[in-house]
């Protein structure tokens, strides 16, 4: 397992910092000077010249990259040429509301999926697996910007019983209550893509366990079908529905542009936005390195998740591991 | 032992008919009674309606089918019982043990958990209770250190100790009735006599009843007290297993035991009968169509020093126009051999010279012009063809690949070569799944003709037929190979087969040969011991020898 | 074996009887599946929404960027059966011609992704070392969420129909390059690749009598995915202003402007967005009905 | 098979389920204090105190805090700083804030301010001379590329003996200095570090800064020795709120008090609802124009310029676009300004025949009119509306366009270098200043070197003679002369004036609005 895990953790930095190059290539080309920006349109050349200067755009390409990777490393990333603040900072607050809707939807979309399928499969009456699939096609065929804008005229606008956008004002921890209101809406709409997909993938998967031959071992020892579905069936189908929920984590947070731009929510999809049409370089730059490291690690962890899951992979190599 | 079961009916199962929507039913009127504490085999071959038959007694149909007539057990009706009615027999009346302990158990729950599951579903013992329970039922069905193989996954595990575990979980809750579906096929055959040795045993232990469900005649002849004969989803023939065996009285009865392929018996005289006659003729002499020497397989990375050996040193020549079998048990490396010869796994160390001349060796269009003389018959004949392509176009490929001739005079070719494999020709159209599985090997073996190989590497190529069809498809071979004269790799588990095709057998045991010879006197006569207990764990299609075996078997 | 007692004809069979057990039925193709149930609903709703593209210059009665005079915001009503949107344009007919905006972007673009990825898979999934890069590469390509990869790319060519294309076919080539990286694996392992392998046929012969139209059934699934993928990324994109330049209509800019007067004009909205959810509504029923045919 | 065994997995499992479902509820019962359930009505009863809760467009970014970027720079500079004097809205007329009282010399280049003595700044220190030298010396540094940077950088004495009173030497008469200090907040030099980045605003105003999250929200807190006295309001808390749509859902929903950057249309809708209130404020105006590049083979030709002038349909622009939160003009100059002239305005009435009867003239004479490229920033949807209905007035004229909506980055970029292709739409402001301050700081206007490469020397002399005057004392023939210039020239066609507004809940009262277009909310108080 450790050796599977190294390999892994090898491959993941390699293509780490493979993209940290590109990007920092890619956003040099892209067309639009930042001083140009900061400066307005009034200003002077000497201004610009300096802004040039401070912002260290006069230096050769490789000594930038440098210079970054060495405040990447000691985490300290400058101020931001445009949008203000420390660059950190803004991530860091970008980034800590956008993974608790991101989780928060995860978490809906997950749970929602295990509870949908494991009825859908256990009841196997017609009736709930039609309604199911309705909804489910439903889900994955309206546009999440339509579902949020939906869900944002009838419950905040027409009936409104909740907020309609914005973060919890006194922060997450402050007011459980009011933050889980908060997120309720954007969550909501951010989800159900992700639950269609994870509840059509784990039913379709639950009714392929069913069909393996232990199940019939099972079924043939007078076990009922519910506690087959319940605690082996479902525990079968859980590995490969990690790696489907990996990649829907993926989707989450490319969706979460889009309903954080709906619900006002100032997460790291509006940092994406205003970053890269103010060309604030150290703020996109940072943010395509993150999503790339996000990626890769999410990838690692279904990978060692999955393994884990999976006696056949984690003893295996534990016993491989041993023996050296 | 025969007294252990009495005549009074534990199952009886009357006027069985199950259907599906297909034109033809699956079973359409079996009649069945099986008695306390016998032993019950239910032959056929496939399509004959036998697993489903069992199935329907536990109402383990696939969704879909229905089922009529009648099913008692202890004088209650069971067919048709509601599902909560049915978990209720499932495991503590009536148990069922399946064919692949690959796959039967649960790959990502230990032993002890399933066991106790099983356990649980009739009662809820505590859990230290169901444990000690769990660990006597492994002892049962002799297990060692079953403490120990609680914690232990199925993969963990060999194949003979999954399906004992399988039983272990069939047997957890005393079940009157045992539903054996094949229980042996898929394990090598010293390990399916140990499996069988059980069944007997259990059964003389807790006079369960036992159906056994076979296409092995062998295995009948081995411990089935009486046997009935299914084809098409009807009885054919019911009675005592030592008086069918010695006067079939329907015909398909006689047809399933000529079918079956024997082995001489063992220190007999050697009898070279056709055999003989036709390795005298080979020409050992002339430059072998393909020669080992000291080969090495590794399979992992060697890179990493993982590497596990495969194949250690083996050395063997196929002389032109010679069969020669590879036998072995699993992961004796028969097949791993095979493949080598045909290039499909990287050599480790040593030569494999074609027609003499080292293919690695040889510059790349060289290769290519040896690899001409090559063909490959896979085990598989649901794989074997490509399902895009029509047959036709299958057995045409390596005309294609090599641009032999016009694209009629390949057309011609293939149809040449259907009629040799006594297949019509307008079979050229067919899709592969429009055939069955005998008619989609024949087509293998078309295509694997066409070039006229010299030499021909047939890995299994009968082992998923059935014993008629294989039959009919091993003389189909062997004529070919009389006729056109290829040196031939036989891989094959089945000693029978071997015996029936090879002049010369190699065993292989753990990536070494263990001995070659022509195939008469190493059946008969075996030099080395692996043999001698691989020809003896062999059921003999004999219920007469019974008794003697038994008695070797437990020196 | 003389003494088998079963009589096999020796000769070439007429056609009837043949040896062995009985020939299996024929599976139903995958056009079976289009024409039955959930695929023929799917097939009609691209239909229709394809029709009504084709069609869009007979049947609108208004150009797409042409502004009446004084129709300011209209409702729906028996001039303009959708209304009017706040230039004054017939909101039917700039539906009409937005579908088309649409079709292209999705029939186009999509194959033309598809095509790219289906090659570049084939061709460096063979050798381990091309594979490897090419794997990478397309990690890195997937590692950006959709979007961010729309917003980027907008910056070097500014918004248009052409930059969705362009992000569309950059989405694709992974997805597909990946699908066929499978598909090589998969069926390059199978007996009847060894077997041609074993006769002498080369990595050329086998991808492409082989392994291609081995993969042609789960690329036709995926592609009928895709597709539906790309309308909600031209409309996602459309939404943000990354989408088709004005004044041309296409399906999500029309919904970003309806959406921005959900207020003022709440039918605005609901005929491209209708038209959006039947596009990608048929599109999934296709390929749910084509995996299931498949699996079947 | 003993019944006292208590541990069979369906009932655990179904414990598992009753305790999630318990749990759910207990979150749903505490949840009374629901996030929305604000006062929805309002008695009309004035509260003591209270938050408001305002939404802004955009962020603040410390280093440019001077430049008028954003609506949340705009919020913050009125809350947290005074200026020496102010303008009233509809006028260009000092009024008295942290100087009382002041005094221009004969020749107006020296101007000398008597200041309050009783201005402490947030951290305490008492307001002096010195701060206002500071606060000029600040502006004129090119780092913080402060628009009127070449205003300040044209004073160059500061006499500040007296710590309450200072004065000030130019280098030639100014006639837009009031703009100056209008504009100019008085800044901490202590805590400047800070300011830059973001950490501290320490200013004279009615509000303290109290913290900053970028991106998301800015807080401001009461500041109780305010010297006009405190403010009603608690405090005021801002989030950043892009989305305008947004902005009028939270609105709608209570979850804000004030919005400044709704969209037109919504500013409409919602004046029409009585729970809300939508100001238009006059006399903080910007303009919204067509800009042309001149050295374009076709737009070279002077007809083809004013040919697009009189094409463009402003009424419809302000009908439709702005939905009369504007006033068409053909000249920059609002109502008030001393360079207004109502006739001169009126000169590119929209009037098809005569755009046309130019246009054919022009092809007469062999003026080859290919199609031009429009470009304007895609990110605002005006610009795109406005476009597409020039885009329609030109086709009726035989002048084809291309739309070509860029970043709003790129499109800053090419008016700074000047490199549009053919037309562009974007605004500008200062014409509610002194006309002075359009002429030479406004980027499209300047005389040396503007975006449309528009060369003349008679428009240059106009335009420094403007500036070079007395403040106040500007001989408005000098404006007519401006504006024929500015006609004749036609390199820069005006549509409308356009109006800033806000929107707040019917129980914000008292909202208001300083001349550069900040909201003021020192006076401002909630009902019940």
Redesign the interface.
């Known amino acids: 397992m450790t050796r599977y895990l190294f390999s892994r953790l090898g491959s993941a930095l390699l293509v780490t910092v493979l993209a940290s190059i590109g990007i920092f290539a890619l956003i040099r080309l892209v067309p639009g000077d930042p001083v140009s920006v900061l400066a307005g349109p009034d200003a002077t050349p000497a201004s610009r010249a300096a802004i040039r200067a401070e912002l260290g755009l006069d230096r050769p390409f490789w000594s930038q990259y440098v210079h970054w990777l060495g405040d990447l490393v000691r985490l300290d990333l400058g101020p931001s040429y445009k949008l203000g603040g420390d660059v950190g900072s803004l991530i860091a607050d970008g980034a800590l509301n956008t993974v608790v809707l991101t989780l928060f939807a995860l978490v809906l979309a997950s749970a929602g999926a295990v509870a949908a399928s494991t009825a859908a499969v256990v009841g196997d009456k017609r009736w709930l697996d039609s309604l199911l699939s309705a909804l489910n096609t439903a889900a994955v065929a309206v546009p999440t910007f339509a579902t949020a804008l939906v869900l944002v005229l009838v419950f905040a606008v027409r009936f409104p019983v909740l907020p309609a956008g914005g973060t919890p004002p006194g922060g997450f921890l402050a007011h459980p209550d009011i933050a889980f209101q908060y997120l309720l809406l954007p969550g909501l709409a951010l989800a159900l893509p992700a639950w269609a997909a994870l509840t059509r993938f784990l039913t379709e998967a639950l009714h392929t366990e069913l069909r393996q031959p232990y199940v019939t071992t099972a079924r043939a020892l007078g076990i009922p079908r519910r506690r087959i579905v319940l605690t082996q069936a479902l525990r079968n189908a859980l590995p490969s529905s990690i790696t489907v929920l990996g990649i829907q984590f993926g989707t989450l947070l490319g969706g979460a542009i889009l309903v954080e731009a709906v619900f006002a929510w100032p997460g790291l999809g509006r940092l994406v936005e205003q970053g890269i049409s103010s060309r604030d370089y150290p703020v996109v730059q940072v943010l395509l390195l993150l999503s790339v490291v996000v990626f890769v690690l999410t990838q690692l962890a279904t990978d060692v998740i999955h393994a884990w899951l999976d006696p056949r992979v984690r003893l295996d190599s534990r016993v491989k591991g041993a023996s050296r | 032992m025969l007294d252990l079961h009495s005549t009074e009916a534990v199952l009886e199962i009357e006027h069985l008919a199950i259907s599906f929507s297909q034109p033809r039913p699956a079973v359409e009127d079996v009649s069945v009674t099986l008695h306390r504490g016998e032993i019950l085999a239910l032959v056929g071959e496939s399509g004959s309606g036998k697993s489903m038959t069992a199935r329907a007694v536990l109402g383990l149909l696939p969704p879909g089918a229905k089922a009529t007539g009648s099913i008692r057990y202890d004088d209650e009706e069971i067919l048709g019982l509601p599902e909560a009615e049915l978990n209720r027999i499932r495991g503590r009346r009536i148990a069922m043990v399946f064919q692949e302990p690959q796959t039967a158990l649960n790959p990502v729950r230990t032993i002890g958990w399933q066991l106790r599951e099983a356990l649980r579903a009739h009662g809820t013992p505590s859990r230290k209770a169901a444990t000690e329970r769990a660990i006597e039922l492994l002892r049962a069905v002799e297990i060692p250190e079953p403490e120990r193989r609680l914690a232990a996954y199925p993969h963990q595990l060999s194949g003979g100790q999954k399906q004992r575990v399988v039983l272990a979980l069939a047997l957890a809750n005393e079940p009157e009735v045992l539903l054996a579906d094949e229980p042996t096929t898929a394990l090598d055959v010293t390990v399916q006599a140990e499996i069988l040795r059980l069944l007997d045993r259990i059964r003389e232990r807790t006079g369960t009843a036992i159906v056994l469900i076979t296409h092995n005649m062998g295995v009948v002849a081995e411990i089935a007290d009486r046997v009935v004969v299914l084809q098409a989803g009807n009885v054919v023939e019911e009675g005592e297993t030592r008086a069918l065996f010695a006067d079939p009285g329907e015909p398909y009865t006689q047809t399933l035991l000529a079918s079956v392929l024997r082995l001489p018996e063992l220190d007999e005289p050697v009898v070279e009968a056709r055999r003989a006659q036709a390795a005298s003729q080979l020409d050992h002499r002339s430059v072998p169509a393909v020669e080992f020497r000291g080969v090495h397989v590794r399979y992992g990375s060697s890179r990493r020093g993982r590497a596990f050996p495969a194949i250690a040193d083996v050395s063997l020549a196929v002389a032109p126009g010679e069969v020669v079998g590879l036998v072995g048990e699993s992961g004796s490396g028969k097949t791993t051999l095979g493949r080598l010869a045909a290039g499909l796994v990287p050599l480790a160390d040593g030569q494999v010279l074609l027609r003499g001349e080292d293919v690695l060796a040889a510059p790349r269009s060289e290769r290519r012009h040896l690899r001409r003389g090559l063909a490959f018959v896979h085990q598989d004949p649901e794989a074997s063809l490509d399902p895009r392509y029509a047959v036709g176009a299958s057995i045409r490929e390596p005309l294609d690949i090599h641009r032999v001739g016009t694209p009629a005079e390949r057309d011609a070719r293939v149809a040449e070569l259907l009629e040799a494999v006594q297949l019509p020709a307008s079979y050229a159209d067919r899709r592969p799944r429009e055939l069955s599985g005998g008619q989609r090997q024949r087509i293998a073996l078309a295509r694997a003709l066409a070039l006229e190989p010299a030499l021909l590497v047939a890995d299994e190529p009968t082992s998923a037929l059935d014993v008629s069809v294989q039959a009919r498809v091993l003389e189909l071979f062997r004529e070919l190979q009389e006729r056109m004269g290829f040196a031939c790799l036989f891989i094959s588990h089945d000693l029978a087969v071997v015996h029936q095709v090879a002049d010369r057998v190699a065993v292989l045991r753990a990536g070494q040969l263990v001995e070659v010879g022509p195939v008469g006197s190493v059946f008969s006569r075996p030099a080395a011991d692996y043999p001698r207990r691989l020809l003896d764990a062999v059921p003999v299609p004999d219920p007469a020898r019974r008794g003697r075996r038994v008695k070797e078997l437990a020196s | 074996m003389t003494d088998i007692a079963v009589a096999e004809p020796l000769v070439p069979v007429p056609v009837g009887p043949v040896p062995d057990d009985p020939a299996p039925v024929r599976r139903p193709g995958l056009l079976h599946a289009l024409v039955h149930g959930r695929g023929l609903v799917g097939l009609v709703l691209v239909g229709a929404v394809v029709l009504l593209g084709v069609l869009g210059p007979l049947l609108a009665p208004y150009g797409p960027t042409e502004q009446v005079a004084g129709a300011n915001l209209l409702g729906p009503g028996p001039g303009h059966w959708l209304g009017t949107d706040e230039l004054n344009r017939d909101i039917w007919s700039r539906t009409l011609y937005g579908i088309r905006a649409d079709l292209v972007v999705v029939f186009a673009a999509v194959p033309v992704g598809a095509v790219l990825g289906v090659l570049l898979g084939l061709v460096t999934s063979w050798w381990s070392v091309t594979d490897v890069i090419a794997q990478r590469a397309f990690d890195l390509l997937l590692a950006f969420p959709a979007l961010i990869l729309g917003i980027l790319l907008t910056a070097f060519l500014g918004p248009g129909l052409l930059t969705v294309g362009v992000v569309i076919v950059a989405l694709e080539i992974p997805v597909f390059g990946r699908l066929v990286r499978t598909a090589v694996r998969t069926v390059r392992e199978m007996p009847f690749v060894e077997a041609s392998q074993v006769v002498g046929a080369g990595p050329a012969w086998v991808l492409r009598k082989h392994v291609l139209p081995n993969s042609l059934e789960p690329l036709t699934v995926q592609l009928a995915v895709s597709m539906s993928v790309a309308v909600f990324v031209e409309g996602a994109m459309s939404f943000l202003g990354l989408g088709v330049r004005p004044p041309h209509p296409s399906l999500g800019s029309l919904i970003k402007d309806g959406v921005r007067l959900l207020h003022d004009a709440p039918t605005f909205a609901v005929g491209p967005l209708t038209v959006v959810v039947a596009l990608v509504l048929g599109l999934l029923l296709i390929s749910q009905s084509l995996s299931e045919a498949r699996r079947a | ?2 019944p006292a ?1 208590p ?4 009932r655990r ?1 179904r414990r598992l389920a009753a305790a999630t479902v318990a749990a759910l509820t207990l ?1 749903a019962a ?2 009374c ?4 359930d604000e006062l ?1 009505n309002t008695s009309g009863e004035r509260q003591e105190g209270g938050t408001l809760r305002v ?1 802004a467009l955009q ?6 805090i001077f ?1 008028n ?1 954003s609506d949340g720079t705009d919020l913050l500079i009125s809350s947290v700083y005074d200026s020496l004097i102010d303008y009233p809205l509809d006028k260009l007329e000092p009024k008295p804030s942290l100087a009382t009282s002041w005094e221009l010399s004969q020749d107006g280049t020296q101007l000398s301010l008597q200041l309050r003595d009783d201005v402490k700044f947030h951290s305490g220190r008492p307001f002096t001379s010195k701060d206002v030298e500071f606060s000029i010396k600040t502006w004129a540094d ?2 913080w ?1 402060v ?1 009127l ?2 205003t300040a950088a044209a004073i160059t004495g500061f006499d500040t003996s007296d710590e309450h009173a200072i004065t000030l030497t130019f280098a030639h008469p100014l006639s837009n200095i009031f703009d100056l200090l209008d504009m100019l907040p008085i800044i901490d030099s202590e805590s400047i570090d800070q300011l830059r ?2 950490k501290a605003f320490v200013g004279t105003g009615p509000f303290e800064f109290e913290s ?6 800015l807080t401001f807190q009461r500041n109780d020795d305010y010297w006009r006295g405190k403010p009603s309001l608690d405090g005021i ?1 801002v ?5 305008p ?6 609105l ?4 804000l008090d004030v919005i400044l950057g709704a ?1 037109y ?2 500013f409409e ?1 919602l004046g029409k609802d009585d729970s809300f209130h939508v100001n238009k404020w006059e006399g903080a105006e910007s303009q919204v124009y067509v800009g042309t590049n001149v050295t374009n083979p076709a737009l070279s030709d002077v007809r083809v310029r004013q040919a697009i002038a009189s094409a463009l349909d402003r009424t419809r622009v302000v009908d ?2 702005l939905r009369g939160a504007g006033v068409p003009i053909s000249l920059p100059w609002p109502g008030y300004s001393p360079a207004y002239d109502e006739k001169a305005n009126a000169t590119y009435d929209y009037d098809l025949d005569k755009a046309k009867a130019l246009v054919d003239e022009a092809k007469a004479d062999g003026v080859m009119i290919p199609k031009l490229p429009l470009t304007y920033p ?2 605002a ?1 005006i610009y ?2 406005i ?3 020039v ?2 007035d030109l086709a009726k004229i035989g002048i084809e366009v291309e ?8 499109v ?2 090419q ?3 000047a490199k549009f292709p053919g037309l562009w739409i974007l605004r500008h402001a200062y014409a509610h200043y002194t006309p002075s301050t359009l002429a030479v ?3 499209p206007f300047n005389a040396d070197h503007n975006a449309s490469l528009y060369v003349n020397p008679d428009y240059k002399a106009a335009a420094e003679k403007v500036w070079k005057q007395k403040a106040g004392e500007v001989d408005p023939a000098d404006y007519t002369a401006l504006n024929e210039q500015l006609l004749e020239g036609s390199f820069l066609l005006e549509i409308a004036i356009i109006l800033p507004q806000n929107a707040t809940s019917a129980r914000v009262h008292d909202l208001g609005e300083t001349k550069r277009g900040e909201p003021v909310l020192y006076d401002t108080y909630l009902t019940k």
Do not use: C, F
Request: glycine share 6%; aromatic share 2%; hydrophobic share 30%.
């Open positions: 098979m003993s065994v541990t069979h997995p369906r499992l979150v505490t949840a204090s629901s996030a929305v929805k939404g962020d603040i970014i410390p280093a440019r430049t970027s090119p780092v590329t628009q940077q070449r980045e973001g900053w999250s970028p991106g998301a929200k808390d989030s950043v709120i892009p989305d749509q947004a902005q009028v859902s939270q709608r929903a209570h979850q969209s249309r919504d809708t439709e676009v895609s990110e949807p795109g509306s476009a597409q209905i885009q329609a739309l070509d909506p860029q970043e709003n980055a790129q800053v970029q008016l700074i270098g700081s406004a980027y």
